[in-house]
Every structure is written in structure tokens, then in C-alpha cells.
């Protein structure tokens, strides 16, 4: 008598972990730069190129980026295959490197108040984190 084994393949699995976390991020990004154009077309942001010293303004960038970090992380656990948690928090660890590039690459040219880029990489992984746990609470309420 032979017994036969299948083995499954982690490469699907691993490609719907690379889609969820992607689908996350391209959900930050497109609601991000969405409601930046939406601002700078209905005159509340200045133009685009020029700097924005503003600590009212910079402040309002901030509590939207850091509500659709959430929301990025949420949809980035939601769509993993398995561990929802690390799914929103790679995500975070994505937006951290990325948010700290972004900040030693722009806080020299002084577009804008330093402590707005600081504020995205201290910001980065607690919002991926918190999407993590609205996932939770979600799944645990259903």
C-alpha cells in the first residue's frame, strides 16, 4: 500500500500575502494623493511645488494620512491569506522606511515644518497596528 502526499505549494499563499499588503499600500497612497489634490484644487493647500509652513495645514495632512494608514493596514489584514496582524504590520514596517527616506530626503529643502515628515515615521507603525486591531475586533464580532 503507497501512500501518496501532496504537497502544497506556499507560492500561492505568498502571492496573496504580496497582493493584500500591496492592495494596503496603493489604498494609502491613492487616498492620500486624492485628498492632497482635492486641497490644493479647492485652494486650501498652496499650489503644488511651493512650501507649505503652515501648522494648521500640516496638521490636517497628518490626521488624514494617519486615518487612511489605518485604513490601509485594515484592508491589508483583512485581504491576508493568514496572520492579519503581520500583514498590517508589514505594511507599517513599509510606511516606516518609506516615511523616514521621505523625511531625510525633504526636511533639508524646507517644504514644510520638520516635525510633519517626523510625525509620519513615529505615526507609521501604531496606524498599522491599530488596523491590525480593528481587523481583530471585526473578525471577533462576526
Known amino acids: 500500500m503507497t501512500v501518496q502526499m501532496t504537497r502544497t505549494s506556499a507560492h500561492p499563499r505568498r502571492l496573496r500575502s504580496t497582493a493584500a499588503i500591496l492592495l494596503g499600500f496603493f489604498a494609502i497612497v491613492v487616498l492620500s494623493l486624492g485628498t492632497d489634490q482635492v486641497l490644493h484644487t479647492l485652494e486650501v493647500y498652496p499650489p503644488w511645488g511651493q512650501p507649505m509652513h503652515d501648522p494648521g495645514l500640516n496638521l490636517l495632512a497628518l490626521a488624514y494620512r494617519i486615518v487612511y494608514a489605518v485604513v490601509g ?67 471577533a464580532e462576526r
Open 73 to 139: 493596514s485594515y484592508i491589508a489584514a483583512t485581504f491576508a491569506p493568514r496572520n492579519p496582524m503581520r500583514h498590517a504590520l508589514v505594511l507599517g514596517v513599509v510606511g516606516f522606511v518609506l516615511s523616514l527616506a521621505g523625511a531625510i530626503a525633504t526636511i533639508p529643502m524646507d517644504l514644510g515644518p520638520a516635525w510633519y515628515p517626523i510625525a509620519l515615521v513615529l505615526t507609521a507603525l501604531p496606524c498599522a497596528w491599530l488596523g491590525g486591531v480593528l481587523h481583530r475586533i471585526r473578525q
